[in-house]
């Protein structure tokens, strides 16, 4: 089992840029598939980015391409999802899970492990 905590939302301007953490404790993130997800208020929670267990493969919803970057660090056991050119449109919850068996998946059910969340708001 594996415990995750997100880290590093906040409040920022359109445009601004933030970088959220998700650490890893009880085993090794590269036993897994890590993801981001985002919930906004009344919206369903939506796939954001992933990573393959390997670090080899990331895949991006649409609207976030060319602005985040997922990216993680074996020995920190941490997973990171870059923001930049933030808009008032990725205001939300933004998640960080573990998939422990099956090919990287963008749909959250397919995600065994799952961190408390951290708020992002970008104001315009």
């Known amino acids: 089992q594996v415990q995750l905590g997100e880290s590093g939302g906040g409040l920022v301007q359109a445009g601004g840029s933030l970088r959220l953490s998700c650490a890893a404790s009880g085993r090794t993130l590269s036993t897994y598939n890590m993801g981001w997800f985002r919930q906004a208020p009344g919206r369903n929670r939506e796939f954001v980015a992933v990573v393959s267990r390997t670090g080899q493969t990331t895949y991006y919803t649409d609207s976030v391409k060319g602005r985040f970057t997922i990216s993680t660090n074996d020995a920190k056991n941490t997973v990171y999802l870059q923001m930049n050119s933030l808009k008032p449109e990725d205001t939300a919850v933004y998640y960080c899970?573990?998939?422990?068996?099956?090919?990287?998946?963008?749909?959250?059910?397919?995600?065994?492990?799952w961190g408390q969340g951290t708020q992002v708001t970008v104001s315009s």
């Open positions: 899970a573990a998939q422990i068996t099956g090919p990287i998946s963008r749909i959250p059910a397919s995600y065994n492990y």
